[in-house]
């Protein structure tokens, strides 16, 4: 069976954007674990006691969303150029950009429990 090239840039940019967005919850979670190993006699929480995870918590996903979106928007330029369907790249690039904004104003808040 032969697929389109539609097809094709559809799911080069859905693997892209599935990758980048994984890569954003391992960091993540990555950092609550390390949180969680340092902070066994917290009385409150586990921000209170965290020191450089913390910071890797809030600002290492969204760093790689941010990432992720503009080399989905280079990848947009790059499809344009060559005549391609890059909407599908440019929606993969404000999906990336969005829950970027979405998890910096949810994280945000931890940084003020400091």
């Excluded at 918590?57 to 941010?66: E, I, K, R, S």
């Excluded at 391609?84 to 910096?104: D, P």
């Amino acid at each position: 069976m032969m697929t389109s090239g539609a097809d094709l840039t559809f799911r080069r940019a859905a693997t892209y954007t599935v990758a980048v967005m994984g890569g954003a919850v391992v960091v993540a979670l990555l950092s609550v674990a390390w949180m969680s190993i340092g902070s066994g006699d917290c009385a409150e929480s586990m921000m209170e006691c965290a020191g450089g995870e913390k910071y890797v918590l809030v600002f290492g996903p969204p760093a790689l969303l941010l990432v992720g979106g503009v080399g989905a928007f280079v990848q947009t330029y790059r499809v344009w150029r060559a005549g391609g369907r890059w909407q599908v790249w440019q929606g993969a690039g404000w999906m990336l950009f969005v829950f970027m904004l979405i998890y910096a104003s949810l994280s945000a808040g931890a940084l003020t429990e400091i």
